[in-house]
């Protein structure tokens, strides 16, 4: 059943999902004081997916950079409402930052998402154990060479939608050379799975 999502708009947020021994700290639009929605592309370990919106616990525990400022995480508690996108895994040799640039303003031109977990950075956690963390803004990236072997995590609704973007990218980029697409969470089938259980 289909919710309805008021949001207060109450500014962006580090929302930590524990899985497991798996621990990933995503982006979320706080919509209430008890509800965010993820616009990470979460790993597709994590269970969680782009635009999903779970609920969080009311109490901050640890912080994360924003812009160089401190910003209070809240831990992940269970989903409210899952969304329609599927997470795709991009697997490329991008010679240049310029061309990663293209594929992500062709990504956000088709109403999808993209993050390079190539940037993805592992940090010590609150509970001692290490933490994978998107990174949100340019400044909390660690800054390093540009390496040419890439990993995207793009949030796609079909397959389709994703080949358009590719072709576009190869088009405008042709020394790309992309070595594997593949659905590493589809949406449909992570839905039937959670109906049965």
């Known amino acids: ?5 008021p949001d207060l708009k109450l ?26 929605q993820i616009i990470s592309v979460p790993l597709p370990d994590c269970g969680v997916r782009y635009q999903d919106i779970v609920l969080i616990d009311g109490a901050p525990r640890g ?5 160089g400022n401190p910003v209070p995480v809240f831990d992940w508690l269970e989903f409210w409402q899952r969304a329609n996108y599927s997470t795709y895994v991009i697997e490329a040799t991008v010679p240049i930052e310029l061309a990663a640039n293209t594929l992500c303003e062709l990504v956000l031109d088709s109403d999808m998402a993209l ?18 963390q998107h990174a949100h803004d340019a400044a909390s990236a660690a800054t390093v060479a540009w390496l ?43 839905d039937e799975n959670e109906t049965t259980e």
Do not use: C
């Open 148 to 190: 040419p072997e890439r990993q995207f995590g793009v949030a796609a609704l079909n397959d389709q939608a994703l080949a358009d973007v590719l072709d576009a990218w190869q088009t405008a980029h042709p020394e790309v050379e992309i070595a594997e697409v593949y659905n590493a969470l589809d949406a449909q089938e992570d």
């Open 11 to 36: 500014g962006l947020i580090p929302v930590r999902i524990t899985q497991g021994d798996q621990v990933e700290v995503l982006w979320a639009n706080r919509l209430d004081p008890a509800r965010a």
């Open 115 to 132: 993050d390079d977990w190539s940037k993805l950075m592992s940090m010590q956690g609150q509970a001692g154990g290490e933490e994978t």
């Open 1 to 5: 059943m289909e919710h309805a999502a």
């Open 63 to 67: 912080t994360h950079e924003l812009n």
